[in-house]
């Protein structure tokens, strides 16, 4: 995997969505949400193992759905990874752990979850094998075909460009490499309601709106980009509706309750949650 020249050719200034991402992360710190002390998530949790099992907790789905993701990427041994818009890097250390991989690296561009993704490397003793870099998953800072497999899991939907993000994937993989992604998409808004509703979600949790989008739509922005699909499920069920009763059960004791009322609507809106695989030829 190499790197362009220098990291900062990747960065260059945000774009307003990749600001707001970062500022609301930034804000959080390890509270994005409660945690029952397990470490820290930021995400919707798979609430449905391959074998059929549950997991009882957030932190127990969040780990499902890294592994769902990771088994679905078949990474090959002696292989390079990159996981963009890593939050904590809990996947990326798992990678790290589940497989023979060579070299994986975190991409994100919240300054504050990247801390905690190189301390956890650190504590893990896993710094050799994985590093963290402050990129945005719009420009990312790697040399075309220099990679063999891309995640992202549950970040593309902040991006200013989805599409964008596709092409970059496509760019950097190498021939036969794989992205593999996990994204929540809003349902387009069919009325006045909806698209109040949607817009308050979108400022409250920084994505842009137009990223509420049909599954018919989302699947052409990947094979637009140059990238095969492999498969494409549609997995709301087991992440969407469960991570909401999670929360209707959770959120009042969570320190940023009372912000998170603004983006109540998300208890009720349309979303869609998509797991897809693409190759590149
Ligand atoms: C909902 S969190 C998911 C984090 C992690 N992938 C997980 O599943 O736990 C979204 C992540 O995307 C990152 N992010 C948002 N916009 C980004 C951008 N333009 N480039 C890179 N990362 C971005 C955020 O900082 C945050 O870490």
């Not at 809990?90 to 070299?103: D, F, H, Q, W, Y």
């Not at 698209?195 to 709106?209: C, K, V």
């Amino acid at each position: 995997m190499n790197h362009c020249s220098s990291i900062d050719e990747g960065r260059g200034p945000l774009d307003r969505h990749a600001t707001d991402s970062r500022t609301l992360y930034d804000d959080r710190g390890a509270d994005v949400l409660p945690t029952d002390g397990d470490g820290p998530i930021v995400n919707m949790g798979l609430w449905r193992r391959a074998d059929g099992s549950e997991p009882a907790t957030l932190y127990e789905a969040n780990l499902a759905l890294f592994d769902h993701c990771i088994d679905r990427a078949e990474i090959r041994d002696d292989s390079s990874v990159l996981d963009v818009g890593c939050g904590f890097g809990t996947a990326a250390l798992r990678v790290a752990r589940r497989t023979r991989a060579r070299r994986v690296v975190g991409v994100n561009v919240s300054s504050v979850q990247l801390a905690l993704a190189r301390s956890a490397a650190r504590a893990n003793a896993l710094e050799d094998r994985v590093a963290f870099v402050e990129a945005s998953a719009l420009s990312l800072p790697f040399e075309r075909a220099s990679i063999d497999h891309v995640l992202s899991t549950e970040a593309a939907f902040h991006f200013a460009d989805r599409a964008r993000f596709f092409r970059e994937a496509a760019r950097v993989l190498r021939p036969n490499g794989s992205l593999v992604v996990a994204d929540l998409v809003p349902a387009p808004a069919r009325n006045g309601l909806e698209r109040r509703a949607l817009a308050q979600i979108a400022e409250a949790l920084a994505f842009p709106s137009d990223n509420a989008l049909s599954l018919e739509a989302y699947r052409a922005s990947v094979e637009r980009a140059g990238l095969e699909l492999r498969s494409f499920e549609r997995i709301d069920r087991d992440v969407v509706g469960p991570f909401r009763r999670w929360m209707l059960r959770n959120a009042l004791r969570h320190k940023h309750a009372a912000r998170d009322l603004r983006a109540w609507p998300y208890l009720v809106y349309p979303l869609q949650y998509v797991l897809f695989r693409a190759t590149r030829s």
